[in-house]
């Protein structure tokens, strides 16, 4: 199991995140499984969104993935134990030659179906 304190590490909150936010995708019904793939894929992208070089620290990407998480989460009553056991192999993954290489071209189309959902990248400022 990954100690809260790393995963907390790994997705690192950029400071514009903390004075603004985004509307979050209104996630459809999901066929058997989908839900699970998709937590996956989002995990994968909030991985690589905050630890590969050359990935921008903006605040909206980050907003809308993390919106995203929280909406499944909650659907699927997962608690931290069962996330922790979704971010294990990514975060093992990352430490691995090609994460990076292979998991940022995954986030611009990840994005793009949640703003298709209906989530925005557009900042709302408090």
Known sequence: MIARALLLALLAVPAAAQEAVV?????????EGEADHLLRMIAHA??????????????APFLLLAGAEDALVERMALDGAALDRVYAPVVAALAKPGFC??????????????????????????
């Open 46 to 59: 909030r991985v690589a969104q905050g630890n590969c070089p050359g990935q921008n620290q903006t605040a």
């Open 23 to 31: 509307t979050p995708p209104a996630i459809p019904a999901l066929p």
């Open 101 to 126: 290489t292979a998991e940022v071209p995954r986030i611009a189309p990840l994005l793009d179906m949640l703003v298709f959902w209906g989530g925005s990248l557009a900042l709302i400022r408090d």
